[in-house]
């Protein structure tokens, strides 16, 4: 059965209209859910269901199914996954393959099973093989070997593409997936040893800045291209998608921008006020030469992204300053 015909079987269920509808939001406290949560609100949305890990664990199937008979959500974004860098990767697999499987498949079958009109997975662009074509189109999927440092997060990550697949070809539901590109912003993890390279970048041109040092070190050339997205444009992504969209295959979301290593470091240098020397350790390894998704299926259905590296890298360091450097 081809998208085309599952986006004329389901295209009923509209989205935004419906602003009292309960709408529940999984894994609202991360990076991604906490934007969900921010944009829904800002659009009037009035009836979140919102549960802390305390409240709610994702992983264990009886709680999770008690959940939705007694919430019955209408609607159900799926932002809460386990993830973490290359050492979690490296370190914790079982928890990675594990955790993740089973947030994802207790949240997909419960959603079904209890009425939910349409439901929204996300995952992340390491689902695709290591030496995919760049930009990386939704149909390089499953055709080669993925990146062995976090293949266990990425095998778990495509088994729910694949759930939501399986749950609408065989009961007609409306479940669909996103693909988000690096995403960076409020709530970024800005831990020391185990965060992303942007917030990571973020955080030692703060102390430097902080200690009046005089240089900082960045490892590598500088040269590797990289595509970031500010969470706040993946928010507006998911409600344009939970409203627009109702195919089988999967959608990239990303920004469509590269940026080097090195011009992110000029930029991070400038947003957050550094004077020193900015260093490059070309002893260091570079990491994946370029990463870019093909995000246009998603432009042709007619969303951009909205927020410029510049503007994005300025709200994050603000909310930075306000939230994690105290």
């Known amino acids: 059965m081809g998208s085309q015909d599952n986006n004329a079987a389901l295209s009923s269920n509209s989205f935004l209209p419906y602003k009292s509808a309960k709408v529940f939001v999984a894994g609202h406290r991360g990076l991604v859910g906490a934007a969900i949560v921010r944009k829904l ?161 973020m955080r030692r041109f703060h102390e430097a800045k902080v200690k009046g040092a005089k240089e900082v070190v960045v490892w590598g050339t500088g040269s590797p291209l990289r595509e970031f997205m500010h969470v706040d444009d993946l928010a507006d992504a998911v409600v344009f998608m939970m409203e627009k969209y109702s195919g089988v295959e999967h959608l990239n979301v990303g920004s469509g921008k590269e940026v080097t290593i090195k011009e992110l470091a000029e930029l991070m240098k400038e947003v957050v006020g550094f004077e020193g020397d900015l260093v490059w350790d070309s002893t260091k390894p570079d990491g994946t030469p370029r990463k870019l998704m093909d995000s246009s299926k998603l432009a042709t259905l007619g969303w951009t992204p909205k927020v410029s590296l510049k503007e994005g890298l300025a709200d994050t360091y603000k909310w930075y300053l306000e939230n994690v450097n105290l």
């Not at 019955?72 to 973490?84: D, Q, R, S, W």
């Not at 697949?165 to 669909?176: E, F, G, L, S, T």
Request: net charge negative.
């Open 41 to 201: 609100t800002q659009l009037g949305f009035t009836n979140l269901v919102l549960r802390s890990h305390a409240e709610l664990d994702l992983t264990r199937q009886s709680d999770v199914e008690a959940f939705f008979a007694s919430e019955k959500p209408e609607f159900v974004i799926v932002a809460a996954a386990k993830v973490g860098g290359i050492h979690a990767n490296n370190t914790y697999p079982a928890d990675f393959i594990a955790i993740n499987l089973q947030i994802q498949t207790n949240v997909i079958d419960s959603a079904y099973r209890n009425g939910t009109k349409k439901l929204l997975f996300l995952g992340s662009s390491c689902i695709y093989p290591k030496f995919a074509p760049q930009p990386i189109p939704e149909d390089a999927l499953l055709t080669g070997p993925l990146e062995p440092t976090n293949e266990w997060y990425a095998i778990a990550k495509i088994a729910g593409i694949k759930m939501c697949q399986a749950y609408r070809i065989q009961y007609k539901w409306d479940a669909i997936s996103g693909m988000p590109t690096n995403l960076y912003g409020p709530y970024d993890n800005f831990h020391p040893e185990n965060s992303h390279v942007l917030p990571a970048l």
